[in-house]
């Protein structure tokens, strides 16, 4: 058998270097990992206290957080998030009862700015003087 070589393909062409006019592209934004409480009495450190959002309701509260104007969102008829409460930081709460809510926290992701976000009071707080009978 007589031996044929191939023919070798050429070496691609140098990419042209970049002009003031052309875009570099733009790293894609690191995602944060959204996680309500599940066990209110746990400490925060143990990952079993924290339950993960499905991916669809993660990537919608990623986005409204991304914006740093957006103080609340509705996650459907029943529950909202607050990502910047006065007193309790980042909540996930009922809407028809906001004494009913649980922490939630964003771990990982890019660092995001929320100077234009309203800092707002949606738990309500227990003062000691509304106990009086």
Known sequence: AEYIP????????????????????QPIPKMGFWEWKAHLDGDDVTAANWKPYKKVVADKLEETYRKGTESTMALDGTYGVCFDDKTYGMVQYRLDDPARWRPVRRRGGDLVTR???????????????????
Do not use: E
């Open 6 to 25: 191939l023919p070798i393909a050429p070496a691609p062409a140098p990419a042209p270097a970049p002009t003031s006019s052309s875009k570099l592209p």
């Open 115 to 133: 100077l234009n976000a309203k800092r707002l009071s949606i738990i309500p707080r227990h003062d000691s003087s509304d106990d009086d009978d």
